[in-house]
């Protein structure tokens, strides 16, 4: 299994995101979690199920002060999970993304908090946002937002601050001043290298400045697409 991850995230900084899928789901296969490469709808809804029954009683500050994973084998999980997450959701393949997303949170309950767990319980605030719950979201988003204040899980920052910005604080806060969570993203994603998040924060950077001049924006904008075109949309 730790090679088939190896395997997964090699062809990820390829750009080869199907060869990352495959590899993957069949390194969780290794661990005993068979799914298609394609989940049914039916799959996704016994693990949101599981979820929402395993976070009964359970508040965000509980949540944040879980125990450490300490679950080799549930490690490795994750991190396959992880790697699936990253590529899945853009790559049009959303029910794996649900899917891994989900099981993902529901080991985190069952185990204790991950070094992915930021971007777990921020990947569940954006299933919530989905469906309607938009106080939920907000409640997840400001969680996985503490769990990235340390420096251990730096790597997932500009993903949990672009998440949060875009679906936490515009629509539970405001949108006017939206864009200084794109900022932040954007700083973090140059520092720790994360090429997706730069194209990103970059591209959503000024969208929300509905008061300013069309003009400047565009300038503004285009300050943005060299930045971008420097990643070759990695």
């Known amino acids: 299994a730790e090679i088939r991850l190896m395997q997964s995230v090699l062809y990820r900084y390829l750009g080869q995101l199907d060869q990352v899928i495959n590899y993957g789901v069949l390194g969780l296969r290794l661990l005993g979690i068979r799914l298609p490469f394609k989940p049914g709808f039916h799959l ?4 949101l199920a599981l979820v929402k029954g ?8 509980q949540l944040l002060y879980a125990p450490p994973l300490q679950n080799d084998r549930v490690k490795l999980m994750i991190r396959i ?3 699936l997450n990253s590529v899945t959701y853009n790559g049009g393949n959303v029910n794996l993304f649900l899917f891994s997303t989900l099981k993902s949170l529901s080991l985190n ?13 921020s990947g569940y605030g954006v299933l919530l946002a989905v469906m309607g719950d938009l106080k939920g979201s907000y409640q997840f988003h400001k969680l996985a937002l503490k769990l990235v204040e340390t420096e251990d899980r730096a790597k997932y920052r500009a993903g949990v601050l672009f998440a949060y910005g875009f679906l936490g604080y515009a629509w539970s806060e405001s949108f006017q001043d939206v864009d200084q969570w794109f900022k932040k993203a954007m700083e973090d994603a140059l520092r720790y290298g994360d090429h997706y998040q730069v194209v990103l924060a970059g591209t959503f950077m000024y969208a929300f400045k509905a008061n300013r001049d069309l003009t400047e924006l565009t300038q503004k904008a285009m300050e943005q697409v060299s930045l971008i075109k420097q990643t070759n949309n990695q």
């Open 44 to 47: 996704i809804i016994r693990e």
């Open 54 to 61: 395993r976070l009964l009683g359970k508040n965000t500050e």
């Open 109 to 121: 309950l069952q185990y204790g908090n991950s070094q992915e767990a930021a971007s777990i319980y």
């Open 81 to 83: 999970m992880s790697e």
